[in-house]
């Protein structure tokens, strides 16, 4: 049982769309990472976010964990075809941090 | 500063062998945790060394076991394995000490056991 819940599963859009990803859980993370993963690869960390209500911005990318520190969002304006790839959240139980839980993913492609 | 490497890269293994997979965490890290991702699934967390001791199992066998050396460095071994094993695993080395430590993943070793 995945106590993160990844939704969608799967993102078909054509080039320029928005997207958001949602990442949900019954349980209080002291963490909430968001990776990228492309095939043969492994994940590669686009942001932490660690305060309830805090919201990140990476160029077109805007994370966002929930006041609970329960759920956390992705967005993403104006996708690329560089954007495809598998993208997770995992939260962490203890301050460092170390030991993740992932979600089941969601798995995006963005068509010129 | 080297990246993490996993070796080997990809793995075929019958029902009932064993495997060792290793890895080389990054340069100064002294955490190594492992992961196992199933085709289409997110990773799941196996354990964690650190400072060659056990820090944290997930809801694994004991069938899966590991190790790590005083260079960091850590095995993934796997005992009479079984179809359901067959997956991408992945290390991943961090350097604990603040409150979101970043892990720093390997390319993994995709395992298939027929």
């Known amino acids: 049982t995945q106590l993160l819940e990844q939704s969608p599963q799967f993102l078909s859009i054509q080039e320029g769309e928005n997207l958001t990803v949602y990442c949900n859980s019954s349980?209080?993370?002291?963490?909430l990472q968001w990776y990228r993963q492309e095939p043969g690869e492994g994940p590669v960390l686009l942001v932490t976010v660690v305060t309830g209500g805090e919201v990140k911005k990476l160029k077109r990318l805007t994370f966002q964990f929930g006041d609970a520190r329960k759920d956390s969002s992705l967005h993403i304006t104006a996708a690329q075809p560089g954007d495809t790839g598998l993208y997770l959240c995992?939260?962490?139980?203890?301050?460092?941090?170390?030991?993740?839980?992932f979600g089941g993913g969601t798995r995006l492609m963005v068509k010129p | 500063e080297t990246g993490v490497t996993q070796s080997p890269t990809h793995l075929i293994k019958t029902r009932g062998q064993q495997v060792t997979l290793r890895c080389s965490s990054q340069s100064g890290h002294n955490t190594v945790s492992w992961y196992q991702q199933a085709l289409g699934q997110g990773p799941q967390f196996i354990f964690q060394?650190?400072?060659?001791?056990?820090?944290g199992r997930g809801n694994f066998p004991p069938r899966f076991s590991g190790l790590q050396f005083p260079n960091y460095s850590s095995e993934l071994n796997v005992n009479a394995l079984e179809l359901d094993d067959s997956a991408l695993y992945l290390c991943?080395?961090?350097?604990?000490?603040?409150?979101?430590?970043?892990?720093?993943f390997g390319p993994g070793t995709r395992l298939t056991v027929l």
């Open positions: 995992a939260g962490a139980r203890d301050n460092a941090g170390n030991m993740l839980t």
């Open positions: 060394y650190y400072r060659e001791e056990e820090n």
């Open positions: 349980s209080v993370f002291s963490s």
């Open positions: 991943a080395s961090s350097l604990p000490g603040g409150r979101s430590d970043t892990q720093y």
